[in-house]
């Protein structure tokens, strides 16, 4: 029972931003979206997190709806290490933590 | 910091035989999770500790699997007796009870049953 929705891959050429786009229509009101990537044969690498502001770190944007249904992920400037599955998750806050379940996520891949 | 510490990188036994993977999470982190990744199946969670403890124990797909974390720097999970559909990606990972689930993986181990 996934509780996101993200396409299966896209493609982005290097240097434009790349949007990834996540749809998670029943989100609770104490879920956080999270983005997480996996580099080939690497583990999954924490992206960014967010509730119901938009937020930016040094690796990425994230912005969320108003209605919180639904979430981008934006790469600014997207390089070629940048190809990878990028995996949307909506889960609670933390305080006994529980793990965080991966859906298939969308395969970006950085065209040269 | 070293991350999380996984060995061995790569294991390839044969059918039957006892398989130990082994994990250090991050000196200061309280949760430990065991994935598994193929293919067919993707990521998935096998079990998890909170301090120590194991929480969810669900995802282990059979009686064959066990994991244990003996004290906080140290887990392991075992395979006895392994069988080649075993064949994966084996990832342990680490966050703090603490804070947002900001979890961090190890490398893997990627093990082969021939």
């Known amino acids: 029972d996934a509780k996101t929705t993200q396409p299966p891959s896209m493609d982005c050429a290097e240097g434009r931003a790349a949007n990834l786009p996540c749809n998670h229509s029943?989100?609770?009101?104490?879920?956080?979206v999270y983005w997480y990537r996996q580099i080939h044969s690497q583990g999954p690498q924490y992206i960014i997190h967010?509730?119901?502001n938009n937020e930016t770190n040094e690796m990425a944007s994230l912005i969320i709806t108003e209605d919180r249904k639904s979430s981008t992920l934006i790469l600014p400037h997207a390089t070629l290490r940048d190809t990878a599955v990028y995996y949307c998750?909506?889960?609670?806050?933390?305080?006994?933590?529980?793990?965080?379940?991966f859906g298939k996520g969308t395969h970006l891949i950085i065209q040269p | 910091d070293a991350g999380v510490i996984q060995s061995p990188r790569h294991e390839v036994t044969e059918m039957g035989q006892e398989v130990t993977l082994r994990c250090k999470p991050i000196?200061?982190?309280?949760?430990l999770f065991w994935y598994r990744q193929t293919m067919m199946r993707g990521l998935e969670l096998l079990i998890y500790?909170?301090?120590?403890?194991?929480?969810?124990d669900s995802g282990m797909p059979e009686d064959r699997f066990s994991a244990k974390m003996p004290n906080a720097s140290f887990s392991t999970l075992k395979i006895q007796p392994s069988e080649p559909r075993d064949s994966a990606v084996y990832f342990c990972?680490?966050?703090?009870?603490?804070?947002?689930?900001?979890?961090?993986f190890g490398p893997g181990t990627r093990l082969t049953v021939t």
């Open positions: 990972a680490s966050s703090s009870l603490l804070g947002l689930r900001k979890v961090y």
């Open positions: 029943t989100i609770s009101g104490n879920e956080y």
């Open positions: 967010g509730l119901k």
């Open positions: 998750i909506v889960a609670p806050s933390g305080g006994g933590a529980d793990g965080l379940t």
């Open positions: 000196s200061g982190h309280n949760s």
């Open positions: 500790f909170n301090n120590n403890v194991p929480i969810d």
